[in-house]
C-alpha cells in the first residue's frame, strides 16, 4: 500500500492550499485517512482526520480555516487549506488506516511521504 502526496508548495500569508493524497496497493476497505505535519525538530501533529462515515475533526489551531474530505471511490484524501500563516509552515504527510484482508478487521496503518508548505509573512 502506498500513500502519494501533492499540492504543497510555497503561498503568502493569507492564501490558499490544496493538498491530495491518493491511495493504492492492495486496499479491501480504507478506515480513517488524514493528515498531520511536523516542522523541523518539533514531534508530528494532527491537523485533521475523518471516517470511513465522513465523521471530521481538526486540531484547535485549524478549525475554521482546513477543510478535510475524502473520495472513497478514488481512495483520496484532500485537505483544504485557507487563511493560512506562517506558523502552518511545516511538511505535511497523509496517513490512512487500512483493512487488506477480507473478512478481517485488522488494521494497517500508513504515511505519505511528505509535501512541503511554506507560508510567507
Known amino acids: 500500500v502506498q500513500l502519494q502526496a501533492s499540492g504543497g508548495g510555497l503561498v503568502q500569508a493569507g492564501g490558499s492550499l490544496t493538498l491530495s493524497c491518493a491511495a493504492s496497493?492492495?486496499?479491501?476497505?480504507?478506515?480513517?485517512m488524514g493528515w498531520y505535519r511536523q516542522v523541523r525538530g518539533k514531534q508530528r501533529e494532527l491537523v485533521a482526520t475523518?471516517?470511513?462515515?465522513?465523521?471530521?475533526n481538526y486540531e484547535d489551531h485549524v478549525k475554521g480555516r482546513f477543510i478535510i474530505s475524502r473520495d472513497i471511490a478514488q481512495k483520496m484524501v484532500y485537505l483544504q487549506m485557507s487563511s493560512l500563516k506562517p506558523e502552518d509552515t511545516a511538511v505535511y504527510y497523509c496517513?490512512?488506516?487500512?483493512?487488506?484482508?477480507?473478512?478481517?478487521?485488522?488494521?494497517?496503518?500508513?504515511w505519505g511521504q511528505g509535501t512541503l508548505v511554506t507560508v510567507s509573512s
Open positions: 475523518i471516517t470511513s462515515s465522513g465523521v471530521t
Open positions: 496497493g492492495s486496499i479491501v476497505r480504507i478506515n480513517g
Open positions: 496517513n490512512a488506516r487500512v483493512v487488506r484482508q477480507w473478512g478481517r478487521s485488522y488494521e494497517y496503518e500508513y
